[in-house]
């Protein structure tokens, strides 16, 4: 549905987006991470034919979005950064307006905009003037502008802005059922929404992809995914990792916390620990030496720490420099 | 095909381009008259301007002791009135759309941009027009007191009402520039006074001491006075009235280049 080639964007002398490519399809969850400045605004605002690209190609359906920009727009709902919706409306009236200009009239119209009341939860508002609603109303509103005419690609950036937890769990489960019949990019500071909505998941970071791949693939990429943490009662920590450095299946060992009389230890595996050698090696290890197991658990890559590894090079330093100011 | 979309596809399929762009035009122009009127904004408005009309007609044009039943008192004070009154209907047009972030939906919505600047320009208009349709008791006033002669007063509304229009493609232009209203009101409101000072009698006068008149006649010709004093006398030339068309003609085609260049970044 989506498809985008070597998509750039130069403001001056700055490369906001510095030659994008993906693809979405139908039945997809695409979700667009990246620290603050990376470009994941400026790539939607491009695919929504909102600003023109300095170069590169975007097609919506079959449309190229610079050629054939409204028959693209035709197929796109979008919730741009921020919520903007007119002030001066009633919430019914901007839902209204929003449906007709989508095409929609009389009983039609009437219909998408009960609909989508109902989907975002606006019953109690929708008579208030947009201005004087809370900020998780306004994002809501204008959420529900982006599904009013029932588009089948949907572009939303940061849809959960804003949101009350109650709130962030009801958009992300109606992102993730809209997904089965929509082709679907969301952009997030919410490492736990790519697990909860996506099917596949972008790191963008200085306008390039970093990561892509399914959420499972990401945290794989992870250095702690596949290794093995063990909790040992009566032994010294330092005892442990001397003789999981003897192991051929352990890398590298570290000692996570030693306290109460007992050690935690964690062992990152070799490519010989993989696929839960790593676990067994152990576990006969602490057979062998009689040591008295309180765990031994094989962990999942982490999220936080993958979008940190590879998005970290610019934001260490500036993170360092104010802890050494306090 | 879920429901919605097959309802989305149908709308588009059944109409033209033509009544799809007429559609989307009036959907646009609604939307703004319904701002104008949702704040007490548009009623203070009208009533500013029914007081002024009132305040210059009545006392400094001397409606009663110029004995003749014409409106050409009224209409004389309108390139003056509009300079300030046009403006601030107009400054938001762009300005509140952009500070709003608001032309982001507008202008990702299946309409052109060209017909988002038309939609705008017309409801503005259509609402300087009701403001203009009210001071009518003045017609009755003069046909109360005198025979009038209703061509010369239809012709006096028409041209005010196209120089209000011109102002206000003026105005719709300078808001696309900025997302402060006041600034886009006092742009326009100095690009408005060249067009009126190009043609002011006094600033003429100034000028024929030391131009030749051929380049002076020029100068006029770019003037809204030069244009509305013929039409407010009964005379509804063409060529005025092509004046004001091509004002806002250009000036609304700048639009689109403005706002085109802030998409681009
Ligand atoms: N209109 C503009 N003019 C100049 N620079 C711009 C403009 N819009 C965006 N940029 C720059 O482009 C870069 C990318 O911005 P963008 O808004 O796409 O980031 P983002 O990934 O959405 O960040 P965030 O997570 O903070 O929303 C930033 O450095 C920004 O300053
Ligand atoms: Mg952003």
């Not at chain 1, 588009?151 to 992300?172: F, S």
Request: hydrophobic share 45%; glycine share 8%; proline share 5%.
């Amino acid at each position: 549905m989506i498809k985008v080639d070597n998509l750039v964007k130069t403001f001056g002398p700055k490369r906001a987006v510095d030659g994008i490519s993906f693809t979405v399809e139908r039945g997809e969850v695409l979700g667009f991470l990246g620290p603050n400045g990376a470009g994941k605004s400026t790539t939607m605002r491009m695919v929504t034919g909102f600003i023109p690209p300095t170069a590169g190609r975007i097609s919506v359906g079959g449309h190229d979005v610079v050629d054939q920009p409204i028959a693209a727009k035709r197929l796109i709902g979008y919730l741009p950064e921020n919520a903007p919706a007119y002030a001066d409306m009633t919430v019914l009236g901007f839902l209204s307006f929003a449906a007709e200009m989508r095409g929609l009239t009389g009983e039609a119209r009437r219909k998408a905009v009960n609909r989508v009341v109902e989907m975002c939860f606006l019953e109690s508002v929708v008579h208030q003037s947009v201005d004087t609603l809370s900020k998780g109303y306004r994002h809501r509103t204008c959420f529900a502008q982006s599904i009013i005419h029932d588009p089948p690609v949907l572009i939303l950036d940061e849809p959960t802005d804003g949101l009350d937890p109650n709130q962030k769990h009801e958009v992300r489960t109606l992102i993730r059922r809209m997904g089965e019949k929509k082709a679907i990019v969301f952009s997030t500071h919410i490492l736990e929404e790519v697990d909860a909505a996506c099917t596949r998941a972008i790191i963008i970071d200085r306008g390039k992809i970093v990561a892509n791949g399914t959420p499972e693939q990401l945290r794989s990429r992870s250095e702690q995914a596949g290794a093995v943490a063990l909790r040992v009662a009566g032994i010294p920590a330092a005892d442990v990792t001397a003789k999981l450095r003897e192991l051929p299946t352990v890398r590298k060992s570290q000692v996570l916390a030693e306290a109460a009389g007992f050690a935690t230890v964690r062992a990152y595996p070799n490519p010989d620990g993989r696929n839960g050698a790593l676990q067994e090696s152990l576990f006969e290890l602490a057979v062998r030496q009689n040591w008295k197991l309180a765990e031994l658990r094989t962990e999942e890559g982490r999220m936080d720490e993958v979008f940190r590894s590879i998005t970290l090079p610019d934001t260490m330093p500036a993170a360092n420099k104010t802890e050494e100011s306090k | 095909m879920s429901n919605g979309e097959t309802q989305v596809a149908q709308a588009s399929g059944e109409r033209g381009e033509h009544s799809m762009a007429f559609h989307n035009i009036k959907t646009i122009a609604k939307r703004e008259i319904s701002g104008y009127f949702a704040s007490p904004v548009a009623y203070v408005f009208i009533v500013i301007f029914l007081l002024l009309t009132g305040f210059f007609t009545f006392m400094v044009g001397r409606f009663f002791d110029r004995g003749e039943a014409s409106l050409a008192a009224f209409f004389l004070w309108h390139p003056w009135l509009y300079l300030f009154l046009v403006p601030s209907v107009g400054m938001r047009l762009w300005s509140e759309e952009r500070r709003l972030g608001t032309i982001e939906l507008l202008l990702t919505m299946p309409v052109s941009p060209w017909q988002a600047i038309v939609g705008k320009f017309l409801a503005s208009w259509a609402f300087l027009a009701l403001a203009l349709v009210l001071t009518f008791p003045l017609v009755f006033t003069v046909n109360y007191l005198g025979d009038p002669d209703f061509g010369v007063i239809l012709c006096g509304y028409i041209g005010s009402l196209f120089m209000a229009g011109a102002y206000l493609a003026v105005t719709c232009m300078t808001s696309a520039l900025t997302r402060n209203q006041v600034v886009s009101f006092i742009i326009s409101v100095v690009l408005c006074l060249f067009l009126i000072l190009a043609g002011w009698p006094p600033v003429l006068e100034m000028l024929i001491k030391w131009a030749d008149p051929g380049l002076v006649d020029t100068v006029a010709a770019f003037s809204v006075v030069t244009h509305f004093d013929s039409v407010q006398l009964g005379v509804l030339d063409s060529r005025d009235l092509i004046y004001f068309l091509s004002i806002m003609v250009f000036s609304l085609f700048t639009t689109g280049v403005i706002i085109r260049g802030h998409r681009a970044g």
